[in-house]
């Protein structure tokens, strides 16, 4: 049995991991991944994510400044260079973000032996910037890095819904969404706005299936100590396993994490908007 849930469809982002997989090109992509959704990186910080010495990180960030995915700014830090096909998140805080939420993530897991994600919003898109995989033989495996539609996964869904209606309608009605390829048709429009107005009132959202075949996941909105929305987090099971992990207390569970993580942020002089 595979240890990861693996998409079956086109529409699915999730992909399977190679036979063979090389490990220098996983590590060299890993860091793209990572300049993209955080926007600055410092030697010893790649180094610590690959777990890798820092020789070898500063060989694999030199390949990335050879072909314009990365520069180094005036502090040495590494950003985004002007080959990234995808912009970075232009969330700063991002990193702080994830550090802040890792130890929380790695007790809910715990609890509930199954995957926890944190993730931002960008746009009509979430990208997952932390996975914290459970032990079972049959589990939702590491999503970091991952790009998925805001209004199919759950901590998305979580985030859209405490936007104001004009701005949902300018991410999916708009002129500039139908360009983007992000519209929600007409027709399936209400349908989507009900689905946003029963995640304000329960405090979670729900995806069954809807970005990985046999993946469901329940998330929640995270907020700053103003009361703005900064991330989401999800747990995301098998879907055959989801019921069970929900009458077990999921719920409970995702809402006393997001408590004490809110608290941490909210304590966090970084958070002061």
């Known amino acids: 049995m595979q240890n990861n849930l693996e998409s079956k469809s086109a529409r699915k982002p999730a992909q399977k991991r190679p036979t063979y997989p090389i490990e220098a090109v ?55 260079g002007p080959a990234m096909g995808v912009g970075p998140a232009g969330l700063s805080w991002t990193r702080l973000l994830r550090s ?34 459970g032990e079972n033989v049959l589990r939702v495996g590491d999503r970091q890095g991952t790009v998925m539609p805001a209004d199919k996964a759950s901590g998305g869904k979580a985030m859209l819904a405490e936007l104001e209606p004009t701005m949902i309608e ?18 399936e429009y209400p349908a ?10 329960n405090g979670f959202a729900a995806n069954f299936e809807g970005t990985e075949d046999g993946v469901s996941a329940l998330g929640v909105a995270l ?19 989801f019921r ?9 569970a995702i809402r006393e994490t997001r408590r004490q993580l809110e ?5 966090n002089p970084a958070y002061t908007d």
């Open 26 to 80: 996983d590590n060299a992509l890993q860091l793209v991944q990572l300049l993209r959704d955080g926007g600055a990186l410092r030697l010893k910080d790649a180094a610590a994510e690959l777990a890798v010495a820092p020789s070898t990180a500063h060989r694999l960030m030199a390949m990335l400044v050879y072909r314009g995915f990365a520069v180094q700014d005036e502090t040495r830090r590494y950003v985004p």
């Open 170 to 187: 300018a991410l999916f009605r708009s002129n500039n969404a139908e360009i983007g390829g992000d519209t929600i048709s007409a027709a």
């Open 100 to 133: 802040i939420a890792t130890p929380h993530m790695e007790l809910l897991s715990a609890q509930l032996n199954e995957t926890v994600n944190l993730m931002v919003r960008v746009g009509t898109k979430v990208r997952f910037l932390s996975t914290v995989e």
């Open 244 to 252: 069970k992990v929900f009458d077990a207390g999921l719920v409970p």
């Open 192 to 201: 989507f706005l009900r689905e946003l107005e029963s995640v304000r009132r």
């Open 263 to 267: 608290l941490d942020i909210a304590a």
């Open 223 to 241: 907020h700053n100590g103003r009361g703005h929305v900064v991330g989401a987090l999800s747990v995301a099971t098998p879907a055959s396993r």
